[in-house]
Structures are given as structure tokens and as C-alpha cells.
């Protein structure tokens, strides 16, 4: 699963149709040259540091990537700090080199301390999504989240677990249910969001992406039954489907950001306020395919422009419909929470998962 980091682009989303309603397009006008000066003087900093730099690295990348995503002229703004990602880093730090020193000293402990992370994953979630929510804002407003732990326990923990037993069929069934949850718990100053959508599109989106798998999947399959018969042609057809099974995870990746991200945004309203999204499969799959293409050729180096040009492109599909102007909302003051959920949900990787 991907990590569960919200930004602007899936924080707020809606489309409500209303006659009279304006367009306000969501852009992003950040350059990659201009990224890259953050993100190499990041690293270097971080390695002379021996990663402490690394909590105000976050903070400068996520500051320059929310600063530069416009909406009605107003950019939105990343309102942690350094120190509060710090103290989070810190304590997710000293319980993975704990856990990585009982793996090889004490496995009981280790074992132990999986379960506990595992157990752990629903409020690791939650933490996540309420963090990143309350250090983005709008105008001065700030988003939130209100979700719970014993739901979040249903659909991280339990629905996960039965993947195997189902063979993956719950799939479908578990992105709908989480993007509904992380939806109906979002809220934007006062106003509370809401999801519309249906089960059966997710359906039809991921059968399409295990049926990407299948030509992969049977080559692999036949150059396995293959190797002992005639060795050199097992190896091929093996050779082959390894390949075109990466290459199809690639396809799969854009078409599923694709297609979950436009349920995500066009079947979901923030008061009387919608948005359209326009993702194009074919326009992400590029994307991807020729990132990988050039930070391999440059050893890594166009990181900073693969990260500008996705961004950019998400940008330019999301259109804000609204009959009133975008300054109507209201907010109280929101308690900023504790950064350590959301960092040691960021170093196990646990999160959200479907954008």
C-alpha cells in the first residue's frame, strides 16, 4: 500500500452540480529546478546530521509542495514543525532499532513487538490521517479529521487479514470502504464531507487491473513448468513474464490512481461546494513509465522533476465547482495532535493506500 501522506489535492473533494456554479481550476506552478535545490541540499543535510535534518527536510518539501498548489489565487498552506516531526521521528526511530536488535538478541521480543505494531495499525492510521489533516489549511482554515480507531480497526486491520482467505477479491470492497471512511471523516474549517459513491465501479476498476496480470502471471507460470523439460525455454518464457509483469505493475499503478482517484473526488461534496477530477489512465501510465525511464538514466537525479511533473498533471485534472465564492467557510480552532502516530505510520509505511 502506499503511504497515507494527505495533501492538498486529497484533502478536499467534491462534485456537486449546481447550475450556477463557477469553475475554479486547482494548479500547481512549482518547477522542478527549483525542487531540486531543496531536495539535494535535503540530503546532504540529513546524511551530515545522521538524519536529524530530516524532520525540517519534510517540512521545507512539504511547505514548497503546498505553497505552490493555488486554488482562486490563494495557495495552501503546511502548518508542522520541524520539532514536532522531530520528537515523532525520534520514538519511531527507537522502537524499529529496538525491534531490529531483538530480531538477531531476543525473537520472542521481536515477534512480540510486530504484534503489537500490527495490533497498533488502525490508531497509526488514524494519527496519520488526523496530523496531515490538521497541519493543512486554506485560507487560513484548517482541515480535519474525526475518524475512530474501532472503525479504522475494521477496515486496516481485519479487512487486510482476509485478503489471502478471498483471494484478493475483498479488494474492491476494502478501497471503497476506506475511501468512503477517510471521506465522511474529513472536514474543512466546520463543514463535514461527504461521500455518494458506490460499490460496484471499484469492482470493475480492479478486475480490469488483475486481468492486466494475467498474460504476465501465465508466462511465469508455463516458464516455471517449463525449466525441467527444456531448461532454455523455461528461462525465456520466465525471463519474459518477470518483465512484463513490472512493466504491467507499472500500467496498474496509473490506471488504479486513475480511476480510484476520479471516485475519490467526483462522488464526494464539501457542503455546497464540488469538485471534478479528469485523470486520464493513459496520461498517468506515461507518466510513471517515463519518470522511471529518466531516474534510471540519471541515477536518480530527476526525482525532483518526476515529483513536479505528477503533481502538476494532478493538479491541472481538479476543478473546484461552487455557486459561492471559495472564502464562504468557517473553522474553529483545531488542537494540533502529536506527530508521533503519523511518523511511525510513515517509517512502517502503513497509511491510507488507495491515492
Known amino acids: 500500500m502506499q503511504n497515507c ?3 492538498p489535492f486529497s484533502l478536499l473533494s467534491a462534485e456537486v452540480f449546481v447550475a450556477d456554479s463557477k469553475s475554479y481550476p486547482l494548479s500547481f506552478n512549482g518547477r522542478g529546478s527549483e525542487y531540486f535545490k531543496i531536495w539535494i541540499v535535503n540530503i546532504l543535510l540529513s ?3 545522521v538524519g536529524i535534518y530530516s524532520a525540517w527536510a519534510k517540512v521545507r518539501t512539504q511547505r514548497w509542495f503546498y505553497g505552490h498548489t493555488v486554488l482562486d489565487g490563494q495557495p495552501f498552506t503546511y ?3 520541524p520539532m514536532q516531526l522531530l520528537m515523532g521521528r525520534l520514538i519511531a526511530l527507537v522502537v524499529i532499532a529496538v525491534y531490529a536488535l531483538s530480531s538477531h538478541f531476543m525473537p520472542a521480543l521481536a515477534v512480540a513487538i510486530m504484534l503489537a505494531l500490527l495490533i497498533a495499525t488502525p490508531w497509526l492510521v488514524i494519527a496519520g490521517l488526523r496530523f496531515n489533516a490538521r497541519m493543512s489549511a486554506y485560507r487560513g482554515i484548517r482541515f480535519d479529521f474525526t475518524g475512530d480507531v474501532k472503525e479504522a480497526a475494521i477496515l486496516y486491520l481485519l479487512l487486510p487479514l482476509l485478503l489471502p482467505f478471498t483471494l484478493g477479491l475483498i479488494l474492491p470492497y476494502m478501497t471503497y470502504r476506506q475511501v468512503r471512511f477517510v471521506i465522511a471523516h474529513t472536514r474543512f474549517g466546520n463543514t463535514p464531507a ?3 459513491g458506490q460499490l460496484k465501479p471499484f469492482w470493475r476498476i480492479y478486475l480490469i487491473a488483475l486481468g492486466m496480470l494475467l498474460v504476465p502471471a501465465a508466462l511465469m507460470g508455463v516458464g516455471v513448468l517449463r ?3 527444456n531448461p532454455e525455454l523455461g528461462a525465456s518464457l520466465l525471463g519474459v513474464g518477470v518483465v512484463l509483469f513490472y512493466a504491467a505493475l507499472l500500467m496498474i499503478s496509473g490506471y488504479v490512481m486513475a480511476r480510484v482517484g476520479n471516485l475519490y473526488f467526483n462522488h464526494s461534496s464539501l457542503g455546497a461546494v464540488g469538485f471534478e ?4 489512465a493513459r ?3 506515461w507518466i510513471f513509465v517515463s519518470n522511471v525511464f529518466l531516474l534510471v538514466i540519471t541515477l536518480g537525479l530527476f526525482y525532483p522533476w518526476a515529483r513536479v511533473r505528477l503533481a502538476r498533471y494532478r493538479a491541472a485534472q481538479l ?3 461552487s455557486a459561492q465564492a471559495l472564502d464562504i467557510f468557517t473553522g474553529s480552532r483545531v488542537q494540533a495532535p502529536g506527530a508521533t502516530g503519523s511518523e511511525m505510520a510513515d517509517a512502517l509505511d502503513v497509511g491510507a493506500g488507495f491515492l
Do not use: E, G, P, W
Open 5 to 7: 501522506q494527505l495533501t
Open 47 to 49: 546524511i551530515v546530521t
Open 79 to 81: 502548518l508542522a514543525t
Open 194 to 196: 461527504q461521500y455518494q
Open 227 to 229: 525449466v525441467a523439460s
Open 277 to 280: 477530477s479528469r485523470l486520464r
Open 283 to 285: 496520461s498517468l501510465i
Open 319 to 321: 476543478t473546484v465547482q
